[in-house]
């Protein structure tokens, strides 16, 4: 089971140079989730999205943008990036928005030089 | 939001119970408590939730007392492969939803 698969894994990006990071679950959970991960400061919500077509700012959305065209994919985009948005970004899904597991990927590692 | 305190690490040998609490004073009334376990260059995975008194599964316990300001995960007879990052969280996932991860527990388990 495949459960959710991002891509890339790792990337190395030029800082100004634009990037996606992909997320594809294949469970149907109507929330999607995506969090960075930096060293000392466990993992911090992004953006979310509680079902397909909508979308809300988590703790750290600033740099970001996301979008939800269907259950499945919830892309991540750096429109222009900086040095400081060098981290480990996870996707996770959960069922719906109330308690409950959430599903997280294995990550995607990515620095701005 | 409520925020979570855990300690930064925990020591502990093979086949110990180990017990880690997570204090978190402003716990809102329709908030769940969740653990997670994270081991390095993976994304974390759900280990336990509770609301009140005691749950168990297959891998963990979960205590929480009647005022619910604090929580333990209980991990019976730990082994190496339970070395780890071990994260609280508190919500209740609802509109608008928003979580804490907190920095966590890194446990380190010793032969």
């Known amino acids: 089971t495949a459960g959710i698969t991002q891509a890339p894994t790792s990337q190395i990006l030029a800082a100004g140079r634009s990037m996606t990071l992909r997320c594809t679950q294949d469970m149907r959970h109507n929330a999607m989730y995506w969090y960075r991960q930096d060293l000392g400061l466990g993992l911090r919500l992004i953006h979310y999205?509680?079902?397909?077509?909508?979308?809300g700012k988590g703790e750290v959305p600033d740099g970001y943008s996301v979008s939800r065209a269907n259950t499945d994919d919830f892309p991540l985009t750096l429109a222009s990036a900086v040095p400081s948005q060098t981290s480990v970004y996870f996707c996770a899904s959960s069922r719906d928005r109330g308690p409950g597991e959430l599903f997280f990927g294995e990550g995607s590692r990515l620095t701005v030089l | 939001l409520a925020k979570t305190t855990q300690p930064i690490s925990m020591d502990s040998y093979e086949g110990q119970e180990v017990n880690i609490t997570c204090s978190h004073n402003?716990?809102?009334?329709?908030?769940?408590i969740t653990w997670y376990q994270q081991f390095p260059s993976q994304g974390p995975r759900f280990i336990i939730q509770g609301y009140k008194t005691k749950v168990t599964n297959e891998v963990a316990s979960l205590f929480i007392p009647a005022d619910r300001k604090s929580s333990t995960l209980s991990l019976p007879r730990v082994s190496l492969s339970d070395t780890a990052v071990y994260y609280c969280l508190v919500g209740d996932w609802g509109g608008g939803f928003k979580t804490i991860f907190g920095a966590g527990t890194r446990l380190f388990v010793k032969a």
């Open positions: 999205s509680n079902t397909a077509g909508t979308t």
């Open positions: 402003n716990i809102a009334t329709n908030d769940y």
